[in-house]
């Protein structure tokens, strides 16, 4: 049986069959879930099963037990994907909903940044969602909203509170999405009022640090009423990318990709080298000057991990 890991919890993954397995089953129904888990051989070749892996698995099922009816299995397959991230763990997505907050906590553009190199390095589209619109502190989030157009994000500005999410329903109706971000920007709260019958579990800010508190503590999809999956991810305040190539830093800041061949010398990291076609292109107001910066940052930083 072919179906999706829509969940993962100590070592059991559960699968959702898909609709033509549902309907060549006598027993369970569309909305009922295999708990599985994975044969000793993933373990062995070191492939772990990520949310949103789509599986072949065989199958029990188990009637009349102290629990009521209930589906067992093993996940026998992986079957290859199209794109994965280790942070969240998750594979085979259509988007990534990058989540921030325009009150507290307050939005850090190096964590939005390292987020964005990671996408564009697993080859995910990234929409920018900035929440609490209705309690924006000032209008200075104004500049950061037409920094990210400028470099050809979609940035949505949205508000659970006032309702103020038709456009992100619009993007993720029939696709397979994930929401990540720090802790406390609402995004379970931005999910429930998109979709009522989640019911997740939403923690209030710290009043004392002005942080998040963490709420979801797992990685699971969950199906849009309207079409298409999410995922809600656990909140995190770093993100490190050692694994990132110093000679391919340059290719995940989509913004430069134009500028591709226009400077004076081949190979041109565009960090000091004279006519470069970014350096220009940022002082000219073509590329968001913050961007750049953040680029230049990460080059120092990769440049200072050591290699073994």
Same mark, same amino acid.
Request: some cysteine; proline content about 3%.
């Given at each position: 049986?072919?179906?999706?890991?829509? &969940?993962?919890?100590?070592?059991? =993954?559960?699968? %959702?069959?898909? +609709?033509?397995?549902?309907?060549?089953? #006598?027993?369970?129904? !569309? &909305?009922?879930? *295999?708990?599985?888990?994975?044969?000793?051989?993933?373990?062995?070749?070191?492939?772990?099963?990520?949310?949103? #892996?789509?599986? %072949?698995?065989?199958?029990?099922?188990?009637?009349?037990?102290?629990?009521?009816?209930?589906?067992?299995?093993?996940?026998?397959?992986?079957?290859?994907?199209?794109?994965?991230? $280790?942070?969240?763990?998750?594979?085979?997505?259509?988007?990534?909903?990058?989540? $921030?907050?325009?009150?507290?906590?307050?939005?850090?553009?190096?964590?939005?940044?390292? =987020?964005?190199?990671?996408?564009?390095?697993? %080859?995910?589209?990234?929409?920018?969602?900035?929440?609490?619109?209705?309690?924006?502190?000032?209008?200075?989030?104004?500049?950061?909203?037409?920094? *990210?157009?400028?470099?050809?994000? !979609?940035?949505?500005?949205?508000?659970?509170?006032?309702?103020?999410? /038709?456009?992100?329903? /619009?993007?993720?109706?029939?696709?397979?999405?994930?929401?990540?971000?720090?802790?406390?920007?609402? &995004?379970?709260?931005?999910?429930?009022?998109?979709?009522?019958?989640?019911?997740? +579990?939403?923690?209030?800010?710290?009043?004392?640090?002005?942080?998040?508190?963490?709420?979801?503590?797992?990685?699971?999809?969950? !199906?849009?009423? $309207?079409?298409?999956?999410?995922?809600?991810?656990?909140? =995190?305040?770093?993100?490190?990318?050692?694994?990132?190539?110093?000679?391919?830093?340059? /290719?995940?800041?989509?913004? =430069?990709?134009? *500028?591709?061949?226009?400077? &004076?010398?081949?190979?041109?990291?565009?960090?000091? %080298?004279?006519?470069?076609?970014?350096?220009?292109?940022? !002082?000219?107001?073509?590329? *968001?000057?913050?961007?750049?910066?953040?680029?230049?940052?990460?080059?120092?930083?990769?440049?200072?991990?050591?290699?073994?």
């Amino acid at each position: 049986m072919k179906g999706k890991i829509i &969940k993962g919890i100590a070592g059991f =993954f559960y699968v %959702e069959p898909s +609709e033509s397995n549902n309907k060549l089953n #006598d027993k369970p129904n !569309n &909305k009922q879930i *295999y708990e599985c888990k994975a044969r000793g051989k993933f373990r062995n070749s070191k492939q772990t099963p990520l949310i949103g #892996d789509l599986v %072949e698995i065989s199958t029990t099922y188990y009637e009349g037990s102290e629990k009521g009816d209930f589906l067992q299995g093993t996940i026998d397959e992986i079957l290859p994907r199209k794109n994965q991230l $280790f942070r969240p763990s998750v594979a085979n997505v259509d988007q990534g909903i990058i989540v $921030f907050s325009l009150s507290y906590p307050t939005i850090h553009l190096d964590l939005l940044d390292r =987020f964005l190199i990671m996408m564009a390095a697993a %080859e995910i589209d990234a929409i920018i969602v900035l929440n609490k619109l209705d309690e924006a502190i000032n209008d200075q989030y104004k500049e950061i909203v037409e920094g *990210y157009r400028l470099t050809g994000y !979609n940035v949505l500005c949205t508000s659970a509170k006032d309702g103020h999410i /038709n456009e992100v329903k /619009n993007i993720l109706k029939d696709k397979t999405s994930f929401f990540a971000g720090p802790s406390g920007v609402g &995004k379970s709260t931005l999910l429930n009022t998109i979709c009522p019958n989640f019911h997740l +579990e939403t923690g209030k800010m710290s009043e004392k640090i002005k942080r998040g508190k963490h709420t979801t503590r797992h990685t699971e999809l969950l !199906n849009l009423t $309207f079409g298409g999956y999410v995922l809600d991810t656990p909140g =995190f305040t770093s993100l490190k990318f050692e694994d990132i190539d110093i000679n391919s830093l340059k /290719n995940y800041f989509i913004e =430069f990709a134009q *500028y591709e061949g226009q400077c &004076k010398f081949n190979g041109c990291t565009h960090t000091h %080298e004279p006519n470069c076609a970014v350096k220009n292109a940022v !002082n000219s107001g073509q590329i *968001y000057k913050a961007r750049y910066d953040s680029y230049v940052n990460y080059f120092k930083e990769l440049q200072n991990i050591k290699k073994w």
